[in-house]
């Protein structure tokens, strides 16, 4: 009982650390407007609160015992039946069966079948989760993200390996969650509201704007030094981290509003850049990014806002000063990038 004590004990520890963690709204633009509208209008939000409590369900229903290192597991002098009864017990650390188990009781027999969707998340996260371990049988390790076409030029690897690290949090999930049901509705409804693409077009790239201040979230700790022995200068290493936010951007809003999409990437790039250069902080894999502190993002969310709105409802022109102050901001970043490879300059602003 004492070694199946010292093993589960680490692993509730680290269960509820990653629930913390998974689960945090600290400085994440779509969570706090979520948040937010939720505590104006419960109702008028709920398909919001809907979407990021899926995303984040998603993967809290992972096996437990797969958040451990496997030589730890394997170091545990267990017994075959100790084994199997870790198993079992590993089984009730996972948060998607507390809520199997206390939505019938809380909410009444009328929601015994959000429990059996919970079931089916929980079936599905896990079995995604088997094909993307290192093998299964005699079968290669299933790695869609690795599989991502490549793109030509010279910053055409580091693109693809930006996109792959956007992919690996979850904004861009809760993006394509509102994008396929927009999309969806536009290509279903014989009279869609061409306001309501565009709605759903700022929320996209809502979703999307807290990344925008770490476009460096998922660099290594050396990842700066890096970047410093390739024969590419800062406002390159900007570009390729801007491109790969800007496709997935448009890919996501193509069916909707593409224009009001492109402009408020744009200025979310041109405001994120100052904290992904100057205040860069690690996140972590399979949560959603936690932005910069302060004003920086309720200024960089209404300037984005200003600059959708414009190019909707005025012209496409509008997109030419929100290229201009994005490229403003891209070389002078760049040009601050390139100091903090060389140690020469006090960061400040």
């Not at 969650?177 to 279903?188: D, G, K, M, S, V």
């Not at 205040?279 to 993002?297: K, L």
């Not at 300037?303 to 290229?323: D, E, K, W, Y």
Request: glycine residues 8%.
């Amino acid at each position: 009982m004492a070694r199946l004590a010292a093993l589960l004990g680490p692993l509730a520890t680290l269960i509820l650390r990653e629930l913390r963690r998974t689960a945090s709204v600290a400085g994440n633009h779509f969570l706090l407007f979520a948040v937010l509208l939720f505590a104006l209008n419960p109702r008028s939000v709920a398909f919001l609160v809907m979407v990021a409590g899926l995303v984040i369900l998603f993967p809290l229903s992972a096996d437990p015992l797969r958040k451990m290192p496997k030589e730890r597991l394997l170091l545990f002098p267990l017994s075959v039946a100790a084994r199997v009864r870790v198993r079992i017990l590993s089984f009730f650390f996972s948060p998607i069966v507390w809520l199997i188990l206390v939505v019938p009781i809380w909410g009444g027999k009328q929601y015994v079948g959000v429990s059996f969707a919970l079931v089916l998340l929980a079936l599905t996260a896990n079995g995604l989760a088997l094909l993307w371990s290192k093998d299964i049988g005699q079968f290669k390790r299933f790695s869609p993200l690795r599989r991502l076409p490549g793109f030509p030029g010279l910053l055409g690897g580091f693109v693809k390996k930006n996109l792959r690290e956007m992919l690996y949090v979850l904004d861009p999930y809760a993006g394509l969650a509102l994008a396929a049901a927009a999309t969806i509705y536009r290509f279903t409804s014989p009279n869609p509201v061409l306001e309501a693409m565009y709605g759903m077009t700022m929320l996209v790239a809502l979703t999307l704007s807290t990344y925008a201040q770490r476009l460096f979230a998922l660099d290594s700790g050396n990842g700066f030094d890096r970047y410093g022995l390739m024969p590419i200068r800062g406002w390159q290493v900007l570009v390729a981290k801007d491109l790969a936010f800007l496709l997935l951007l448009l890919i996501l809003v193509l069916p909707l509003a593409p224009l009001s999409g492109l402009a408020a990437g744009l200025v979310l790039l041109a405001f994120g850049h100052r904290p992904s250069v100057l205040d860069p902080q690690s996140q972590s894999r399979w949560c959603f990014v936690s932005g910069a502190r302060g004003w920086s993002g309720l200024v960089q969310v209404l300037a984005m806002f200003a600059a959708g709105t414009a190019t909707f409802r005025l012209s496409p022109l509008a997109l030419i000063p929100c290229a201009f102050v994005y490229l403003v901001s891209l070389f002078h970043y760049g040009a601050r990038f390139e100091n903090r490879w060389t140690g020469t300059m006090i960061y400040r602003v």
